[in-house]
C-alpha cells in the first residue's frame, strides 16, 4: 500500500479556521438539517437581505489564511523591527516589571483574560474580589474613600473628573482651571471632551496662584508634568473658597511616600495604575483610576465594586449602584465607559498585593533614590536642574542641546523626554539602575566618582512638609501573600469561583464571546511589544506602526470605509469619536446648527451617553412591532428636525439580531436630509464577508475589537474600539488635524492589537467568511431547538436571525411567577453562564452562541434551557410554590445543599439538576454564594475591602 500523501497537502497542518470554528463538518450538517437550510451560502442567500450583501468577492488586499506557525514568525519579524530601550520618557508611562506570578497566573491564564465583566456576580465572586482590592489599593493611596473599577486611562479619567466637578460641585460658571504643569495628552483629551460640553479649559501656572474669575473645578498633578513636587494644598483651599472644586491627577507609586490628595482637600484624584506592573505596550492597555470622596460616591462614572450580601446572609461581592449603568440610564447618562481595563486593574491590584505596602514603598524609595542620586550627579558636573523637589522625575535645562543629548542617549540604550531644544525630562521608575545611571552621566559629559559616595552625600529631594504619615494597604489581603505559594494559590482560588470561557460557553448576546486563541495571544508579552514606550522614538516603533497600518487597513476593507483610527480605547470611545467626526464635518461646511442624533428605542446605552458627550440632542426613534426601526417614525422625526439632523445611529445588525431588509433605505433617507449615519458595528460578527456597513450606507462605524477580531474580554476589558469613516470624514479622525485626542496614547492600546491582526491573518478573508456565516448558522440553530419551549422574539423576514436571538420570558414570568433572574441564576446550577438578561428587551434573554462553539456544548445549553422550561412547568402546576423552587433558590452552594434541608425539591436536584443534559454531573462547578441581594449593599454601599470583622459577622 502507498502511505505517502504529497507534501504540498502536508506542508501547512490543519487550517486555522478548523481549530477556531467549533462545529465539525458533520454537526454543521446536523444544524443545517435542523433549521431546513441546505448549506451555509443558502443561509446567507435567505437571511441577509439581498439588499445589503456583497455579490462579487471584494477587492482587499487581506492575505489568504495561514497557519500558526507562519503567522507566529512573521510577528516575530515584526517585533524584531522595534527597538526596546530603557524608558525614561516619563509622561505618564514608567517602566515596571510585571511579576512572573501575575504576568503567567493572570495576563496569561484564560480564567482571567477570557472572563466576562461580573454582571451575574454568582459566578465572578473572584474577579470581583480581585477589582475590590483594587479599588482598596486606590482608595488608600490617594487618601479618599471610593474608588471605581472602570476607568480607560489617565487622560480619559481626568476628563470624567472634569465633568465629575461639574456635576457635584454648586458653581454655575463653565469654567474648569487647569494648572499648566499637566501631561500633554492629557490637555489634548480634555480640550476634545470640553468643547462639545461647553466646558470653557483655562490653562494657567498655578504655582502663581489661580486666575481671576469664577470657575467650578480646577485639575492639578502631583506631581506636575515636569516632575516637581509642589504642595498643592493650599491651592485646594483656595479653589474651595470660591466655590470650586478639585480633583488631582497623582501618581500612586509617588502617594506611597507623599501625603496623599485626599488629606489635602482634593475632591478627587485620579491617574493611571500603569507602573504598577502593567506592561508599556506602547501605550496600553492599562487601567486609569479615579477615587473620589464619600459625598460623591453616586457620582463616579463606570463600574463600581462593592459588598453586599446573599440570600443566606453572606458576604457577596457585586457592581454597586447598577442602576446607573449606561443601558438603564441612556441619554441620561453621566459618562458612556462600558467596556473597561479590568484584566489590566487585576494585575495592578495583584501587584499591590504582591508588593504589599512595605515593597511598594521600597519600589518607590529605590527610583526616589535613583532620580536624587541622578539630579546629584549631573548638578555636579555643572548641569542646571530644574526643580529642586521631585519624585522620579528629573528635567534639565541643556540650552540648545535637548536633541543631540537624547539621541546620543537613545544610542546608549535610554530613552529620555524632549521637552524642548532646550529641555529634557529623565524619568526614573522600578527598572532604573546605578548602571543607568552612569550611562547617562557619561552622555551628559559629567564626571561621578563612586556612585555610595554621591548618594551618601544627597538627600532625598521630596518636600519635607508633604512627607506621608498615615498607614495604606492594612487590610490582610496586602499582607498574606508574600510568599509565591500563597499568592499562586489566592489567584487560583479567585479564578476557580468564577465562570469564564475555559469552562464553559458564555453565551452573551451582543458581547461575541468566542475563542481567543492561544496564538494571538502569544505575541502579547513579548518584551519587543510589550515593553515599547508610546513616546519612544517612531524609528523604534517600526514593526508595531506596520502591524497597525495592516490592521486598519485590512479593517477599512472588511466594512468598507476609507480610513480607520485604533485610537479609541473602547466600543463608547469609537462612538464619541464617530459622533465627533460627524460634527466637525458639519461644521466643515457652515453647518454647525445640525445637532439631533436619531437613536432607535432599542439601541446600545452608550450610544446616547456618547451623543450627548458629542454636544448632541438625542431624539429616540421608535421600534416597531417586529423589532426593526418604526419606519414612519423615522420618516417624521426626520421631517421635524430636517434643518438640525446631525446623524442617525443605527446598529447592524440591529440589537434584536435581525438584518433589518430597510436598512438601506433608512441611510438614504437620513442623506437626503443632510444627515449622516452612523452604523455601531459592534454586530460585525454577523456581517465579516458578507456584508460591509461602509457599502451599505453607512459614513462612519466603530467595531469592537474585544467582541468581533478576538481580544479577550478580560473580567469587562481591555478593548479597542476603532473608528471607521468614508472619505469625507477622514480629516475629522481623532488628531488628524480638526479634532483632537480621544485617547491618551496615540493609538490607543497598542499591546493587545497583535491579537486582531493574527486573528484576520489565520483566518484570511475566506475563513473570516466562513465564521460568520457559521455564528449566524449557530444563532439559528439555537433559535430552532429552542422555539418550542421559548418564544424567540425576532426574525428577519424570512423567519431567520442573524447572529443572535432574543428568547421571550415575558409570558412565562406572567403566568408563573418565574423571572429572567430566575433562569440566569438556575443556569448557574447548571454550570453554566447566563446569556445578556433584559437587553435591548426587558424579561428577555439574549442568546448569542458564535462560530467557536462545539455543537456539543451548545447543545448543552439549549439542553439545559429545556430542562428549566420543564422545571417552569412544575412551579406552573403548582408543585412547587412561586416563592421555594429550585429556580428561584438558585444558585444553590454546596454548603447550602448540606445544610438544614426544608424545601419541596430534593437538594440533589438543586445541586445536579438531571433531565436530559449531559456533563451536568461530571461538569458540575459550584457558585461560591447564594443569589446576591444588590439592593441591600446598595443601601449600605461598601466599596473597599471590608475589615476582616465584617466577613465574621455577617455569617
Ligand atoms: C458592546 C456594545 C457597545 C459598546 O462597546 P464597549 O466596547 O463596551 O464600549 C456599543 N453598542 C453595542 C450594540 C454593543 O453591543
Not at 485610537?567 to 453647518?591: C, D, K, M, T, V
Amino acid at each position: 500500500m502507498d502511505t505517502r500523501v504529497p507534501l504540498s497537502e502536508l506542508e501547512d497542518g490543519v487550517p486555522f479556521a478548523d481549530r477556531h470554528i467549533g462545529p465539525r463538518p458533520a454537526d454543521l450538517e446536523r444544524m443545517l438539517a435542523t433549521i431546513r437550510a441546505s448549506s451555509l451560502e443558502e443561509l446567507a442567500d435567505t437571511a441577509v437581505p439581498d439588499s445589503i450583501r456583497d455579490r462579487e468577492p471584494v477587492a482587499t488586499t487581506l492575505p489568504p489564511g495561514a497557519s500558526e506557525s507562519v503567522v507566529l514568525a512573521e510577528l516575530r519579524a515584526l517585533a524584531a523591527r522595534n527597538t526596546v530601550t530603557v524608558p525614561m520618557i516619563g509622561l505618564g508611562y514608567s517602566g515596571t516589571t510585571t511579576p512572573a506570578v501575575i504576568r503567567r497566573h493572570v495576563l496569561e491564564n484564560p480564567a482571567w483574560y477570557t472572563a466576562y465583566t461580573p454582571y451575574q456576580p454568582e459566578i465572578s465572586q473572584g474577579r470581583l474580589e480581585a477589582l475590590l482590592t483594587f479599588q482598596t489599593t486606590v482608595a488608600d493611596l490617594t487618601g479618599l474613600p471610593v474608588a471605581g473599577a472602570s476607568l480607560l486611562d489617565e487622560a480619559t479619567a481626568a476628563a470624567e473628573a472634569m465633568t465629575l466637578l461639574r456635576r457635584a460641585g454648586r458653581a454655575s460658571s463653565p469654567r474648569f482651571v487647569v494648572d499648566a504643569d499637566t501631561l500633554p495628552r492629557t490637555l489634548d483629551v480634555l480640550r476634545t471632551r470640553a468643547e462639545p460640553l461647553g466646558i470653557e479649559l483655562v490653562v494657567a501656572d498655578l504655582a502663581a496662584g489661580l486666575p481671576e474669575g469664577e470657575f467650578y473645578g480646577v485639575l492639578l498633578s502631583y506631581p506636575g508634568a515636569s516632575g516637581a513636587v509642589r504642595d498643592i494644598g493650599p491651592v485646594i483651599a483656595a479653589a474651595h473658597e470660591r466655590g470650586a472644586l478639585a480633583a488631582v491627577a497623582a501618581d500612586l507609586l509617588a502617594l506611597t511616600l507623599l501625603t496623599p490628595p485626599g488629606e489635602l482637600g482634593a475632591d478627587a484624584v485620579l491617574g493611571t495604575t500603569q507602573r504598577f506592573g502593567v506592561p508599556l505596550g506602547f501605550g496600553g492597555p492599562h487601567a486609569g483610576y479615579l477615587s473620589v470622596h464619600q459625598k460623591h460616591a453616586r457620582q463616579l462614572p463606570g463600574r463600581l465594586v462593592g459588598l453586599s450580601r446573599d440570600s443566606d446572609g453572606n458576604p457577596a461581592l457585586r457592581l454597586a449602584l447598577q442602576t446607573r449603568e449606561q443601558h438603564i440610564r441612556r441619554e441620561k447618562a453621566t459618562s458612556n465607559i462600558c467596556t473597561a481595563q479590568v484584566l489590566l486593574a487585576v494585575v495592578a491590584a495583584c501587584y499591590a498585593v504582591h508588593h504589599g505596602p512595605d515593597g511598594l514603598r521600597r519600589i518607590a524609595q529605590r527610583t526616589h533614590r535613583m532620580a536624587a542620586v541622578l539630579a546629584a550627579g549631573l548638578r555636579s558636573g555643572g548641569v542646571e536642574v530644574l526643580h529642586g523637589e521631585f519624585f522620579d522625575t528629573v528635567q534639565v535645562r541643556v540650552p540648545g542641546r535637548a536633541e543631540a543629548l537624547a539621541d546620543a542617549a537613545h544610542d546608549a540604550g535610554i530613552s529620555l523626554r524632549r521637552v524642548d531644544a532646550d529641555t529634557l525630562g529623565l524619568a526614573c521608575s522600578e527598572v532604573t539602575t546605578t548602571a543607568h545611571l552612569r550611562t547617562l552621566w557619561e552622555v551628559f559629559g559629567v564626571e561621578v566618582g563612586e556612585v555610595a559616595g554621591l548618594d551618601a552625600e544627597t538627600a532625598d529631594a521630596l518636600p519635607a512638609g508633604l512627607l506621608r504619615t498615615s498607614d495604606y494597604l492594612t487590610h490582610p489581603v496586602f499582607h498574606e501573600h508574600r510568599s509565591e505559594t500563597s499568592l499562586m494559590r489566592w489567584l487560583r482560588r479567585l479564578a476557580d469561583a468564577d465562570l469564564a470561557l475555559d469552562r464553559t460557553m458564555i453565551p452573551l448576546g451582543s458581547c461575541t464571546m468566542k475563542l481567543n486563541a492561544a496564538a494571538e495571544m502569544e505575541p502579547i508579552t513579548w518584551p519587543e511589544f510589550a515593553d515599547l514606550h508610546p513616546f519612544a522614538p517612531r524609528a523604534d516603533a517600526a514593526g508595531t506602526l506596520e502591524l497597525i497600518a495592516d490592521l486598519e487597513r485590512w479593517l477599512a476593507e472588511l466594512t468598507g470605509y476609507a480610513a480607520v483610527s485604533l485610537q479609541p480605547n473602547a466600543g463608547s470611545q469609537g462612538e464619541f469619536a464617530g459622533l465627533l467626526a460627524i460634527a466637525a464635518y458639519h461644521r466643515s461646511r457652515g453647518e454647525s446648527h445640525r445637532d439631533v442624533c436619531l437613536i432607535p428605542a432599542s439601541a446600545h446605552g452608550t450610544n446616547a451617553a456618547s451623543a450627548v458627550m458629542a454636544g448632541m440632542r438625542v431624539v429616540v426613534v421608535a421600534t416597531g412591532p417586529t423589532g426593526d426601526v418604526d419606519l414612519d417614525d423615522l420618516r417624521a422625526k426626520i421631517a421635524e428636525h430636517r434643518g438640525a439632523l446631525a446623524a442617525l445611529m443605527i446598529t447592524y445588525p440591529s440589537t434584536h439580531g435581525v438584518y433589518e431588509a430597510a436598512v438601506r433605505e433608512i441611510c438614504d433617507a437620513v442623506h437626503e436630509a443632510g444627515g449622516q449615519v452612523y452604523v455601531d458595528g459592534a454586530n460585525l460578527n454577523a456581517l465579516v464577508g458578507l456584508a460591509r456597513p461602509g457599502a451599505f450606507g453607512g459614513d462612519v462605524s466603530h467595531m469592537n475589537l474585544h467582541k468581533t477580531f478576538c481580544i479577550p474580554h478580560g473580567g469587562g476589558g481591555p478593548g479597542v474600539g476603532p473608528v471607521a469613516v468614508a472619505e469625507h470624514l477622514a480629516p475629522f479622525l481623532p488628531d488628524r488635524g480638526e479634532v483632537g485626542a480621544v485617547s491618551g496614547a496615540p493609538h490607543g492600546s497598542p499591546g493587545v492589537l497583535p491579537i486582531s491582526w493574527a486573528y484576520v491573518r489565520l483566518m484570511g478573508p475566506e475563513g473570516l467568511r466562513r465564521a460568520t456565516l457559521t455564528a449566524v448558522l449557530a444563532a439559528n440553530y439555537v433559535a430552532a431547538r429552542l422555539r418550542e419551549h421559548y418564544p424567540v422574539l425576532y426574525a428577519g423576514a424570512d423567519g431567520h436571525v442573524a447572529h443572535e436571538c432574543i428568547l421571550d420570558l415575558r409570558g412565562i414570568t406572567k403566568d408563573t411567577g418565574v423571572s429572567v433572574d430566575d433562569v440566569a441564576k438556575r443556569l448557574a446550577d447548571y454550570g453554566l453562564h447566563a446569556p445578556t438578561m433584559s437587553f435591548p428587551v426587558a424579561g428577555t434573554l439574549m442568546v448569542e452562541p458564535t462560530e467557536s462553539e462545539d455543537l456539543a456544548e451548545i447543545d448543552r445549553f439549549v439542553d439545559a434551557m429545556i430542562g428549566i422550561r420543564a422545571e417552569i412547568a412544575r412551579v406552573a402546576s403548582g408543585e412547587w410554590p412561586v416563592e421555594d423552587n429550585p429556580l428561584r433558590n438558585a444558585p444553590h452552594t454546596a454548603a447550602s445543599l448540606v445544610a438544614k434541608w426544608d424545601h419541596p425539591y430534593p437538594a440533589e436536584l438543586a445541586g445536579y439538576p438531571t433531565g436530559a443534559v449531559p456533563g451536568v454531573h461530571d461538569r458540575k462547578v459550584w457558585p461560591p454564594v447564594r443569589r446576591v441581594d444588590g439592593a441591600h449593599g446598595d443601601r449600605n454601599l461598601v466599596c473597599s475591602c471590608p475589615p476582616v470583622e465584617a466577613f465574621a459577622e455577617g455569617r
